[in-house]
């Protein structure tokens, strides 16, 4: 794409600075960190910007909330070296990334429905905790299965301290309870790690129920901030001709 500086109008640091309330530090970092393309200079060393300078800033505050600093920071720098292509695969990347979440989430969802509260049958972590076999045995699994489960992370067993076993509290069972749902559902351990650490972070399945919702806003969220600063950043590249 060709390059057109848009000199027609000078605007200097605190004019760009002063309508996103940032300060004029920030837009010679932006600068630095190739956000902005670099400015021109007056005889006296002063940094000049022009309308080109102000969409380039648009563009970059408006991708922010979608893609983070980090991928929002690169996809400019990709644009302003001249590597669309780069900046259109980070893009990309990150409707990847959402879409994932977005399946995460479902299948957190999907397993809540499909656990449900424990019948009869199943285990009951009491005071002291269960031992692999019962729980095991409940569960219908072989103990090598959640042994298994345990070195890849998705389930936390205690020891009892007088014979070493392991015993599974109540959180651990739960977690067991979890995983051999999703198990049944299809999903890989890699799959299932990210899920159960969501579990664990809200503190329960309870807690994560109500969060639901908040992550399903916050992912819709993300997917309207990724439209706005695709216009944004649109708008900018017609500047650049």
Known sequence: MGRNPQSGERLR?????????????????????????????????????????AAALRAFLALLPGHGHRTATSIMRAVNEEAAEEAFRLIDESHAQLLEDRRTLQAVESALRDLGPRTASEPEAGAGGVFIGPLAGKLGIRP????????AGLVRPGRDPLTGYRVYD?????????????????????QIAPLIEQVRAAGGLEPLEAALGDWRSRLSARGRAMLTGAAELEAYLRKRG
Do not use: F
């Not at 090598?144 to 070195?151: F, G, H, P, S, V």
């Open 144 to 151: 090598a299965t959640l042994r298994k489960w345990e070195r």
């Open 170 to 190: 109540e959180s651990a069972v739960r977690d067991a309870r979890l995983v051999h749902q999703l198990r049944r559902g299809g999903y890989l351990l890699e």
């Open 13 to 53: 640091p605190v004019d760009l600075a002063r309508g996103h309330g940032l300060s004029t530090q920030a837009i010679r970092n932006y600068e630095e960190a190739g956000i902005l393309p670099a400015a021109a200079r007056t005889p006296h060393g002063y940094r000049t910007y022009t309308p080109l300078h």
